[in-house]
């Protein structure tokens, strides 16, 4: 028997889900402007619309307040990004 879970896991669950579409999308994007040979650039084209897809359905249902919390994971990703690529 699975156990039934609350609005608020549900919502975390959600959010979670819509910080890793965001980091799958900016990811996707990072890896296509090093010119990468054409099949991977095929295939990471196919996962940037896929998961930008997905990222919106997710947006789309959520408050506007767990919107913003979505959307910061791609603030916080360019901090660590900015920061590694100096290093």
Known sequence: MSKLLTAEEILN??????????????TADALLERKPFWTEKLLLRIVRALYS?????????????L????????????????GFTKN
């Not at 959010?15 to 980091?23: E, I, S």
């Not at 919107?67 to 900015?82: C, H, I, P, W, Y």
């Open 53 to 65: 897809h997905r990222l919106r359905e997710v947006v789309a249902v959520l408050p506007p307040k």
């Open 67 to 82: 919107t913003d919390e979505v959307m910061a994971a791609s603030e916080r990703m360019l901090r660590v990004g900015k």
């Open 13 to 26: 669950n959600a959010v979670g889900l819509g910080r890793a579409y965001v980091r799958m999308v900016e």
